[in-house]
């Protein structure tokens, strides 16, 4: 009987945990210490890399600027290397992104290896003077 009560708070506690730190802001203070630097896009051919500063998407709130390359940033040749691919995965285990895996729409975009993309990409030349075309 002990054990069966002892199971039923450990749930109960983990799912107010689970809860409290996806919808209250304790959820902003893991985004803010812990993702700061997660999210990472790159086209295909490594020529456009982006690290998103969350804190200027949240006041934005603007996905669209990391689902196709920013036309300034086209490279010679790789014209058609427009979708942006995130570079970061979906992890279970980092239970304070829960909601966001259901209703962000930066997890709908496609995923890529970083070090796929890095074997592919070739030395940018930025032709325009202060282009945040490549971040890394």
Known sequence: MAAKRAYRMTAILLLI?????????????????IDADYY??????GTVTVTEDWYKRKLIGNL????????TCVTRGFES???????FRKNPLAFWRWKDYMTDKRFDLRYAKWEEIEK????YIDTIANTPCRDF
Do not use: Q
Request: glycine share 0%.
């Open 64 to 71: 669209s600027v990391f689902e196709r390359v920013n036309p």
């Open 81 to 87: 290397d427009t979708t942006m691919y995130r570079l």
């Open 120 to 123: 592919r990409r070739r030395p």
């Open 17 to 33: 945990t689970i809860v409290a730190f996806n919808f209250t802001p304790l959820n902003l203070l893991f985004k803010w210490s």
């Open 40 to 45: 990472a896009y790159s086209n295909y051919s």
